[in-house]
Every structure is written in C-alpha cells, then in structure tokens.
C-alpha cells in the first residue's frame, strides 16, 4: 500500500513562497494521479491542484492559478507544490492524495500546516 508524506508547510508572510513536498513510500508514484487539497479552519476541504500519471498534464483550481505550480519527479518519488504569492486566505492544512485505477484520490498524506501571515 502506497504511502504519502508531505512536508513543507510553515508560517510565511504575505507574498512570500513556500514549496510543499509529497513523498511516496513506494518507487511507483509514477502509477498514480496526484493531487493537493487543502482545508481552512471551518471549511470544507477544496482542490487545488493535480498532475496526471502520464504526461504529467496538470489542473489548477482558479483560486490558486498563476501562483501555484505542481511538479512531480518520478525518480524521487516526490511530486511538489511550489506556491508563491501566498495571501491569508491560502492558510489551511494542505494534503497530497493520490489515485491509481480509482476515480477518487483513496490514498492520502496526513497534511502539513500552511500559515500566511497578512
């Protein structure tokens, strides 16, 4: 069973940059979809972004568009959220989950903290 840890996360100020990282236990996160979701205090948890396990095509919620990046690099095992620009309300905690032959993300990190300070 694949697992995810991510890393990354802390207390920036406005317009500065963090970079999430999710790591995979297994040498095959190149099987899966990937995807990060976040959830503020109060809110349900929201999409973000995600990368494909092919082509690494990538989507981005509109929210975050222009800001954030996604990557993935195969031979770490390790896809990536840069977020730069960061405002307030991009505080939450952020999770990486991913997806295999599933239609839902059914393998989940247990999140890393992002606070942006105004």
């Known amino acids: 069973q694949v697992q995810l840890v991510e890393s990354g996360g802390g207390l920036v100020q406005a317009g500065g940059s963090l970079r999430l990282s999710c790591a995979a236990s297994?040498?095959?996160?190149?099987?899966?979809?990937v995807g990060w979701f976040r959830q503020a205090p109060g809110k349900e948890r929201e999409f973000v972004s995600s990368?494909?396990?092919?082509?690494?095509?990538?989507t981005y919620a509109d929210s975050v568009k222009g800001r954030f990046t996604i990557s993935r690099d195969n031979a770490k095992n390790t896809v990536y959220l840069q977020m730069n620009s960061l405002q307030p309300e991009d505080t939450a905690v952020y999770y990486c989950?991913?997806?295999?032959?599933?239609?839902?993300?059914?393998?989940w990190g247990q999140g890393t903290q992002v606070t942006v300070s105004s």
């Open positions: 297994v040498n095959t996160l190149s099987w899966y979809d």
């Open positions: 989950a991913a997806r295999g032959l599933t239609a839902s993300y059914n393998i």
């Open positions: 990368i494909s396990r092919n082509i690494g095509s990538t």
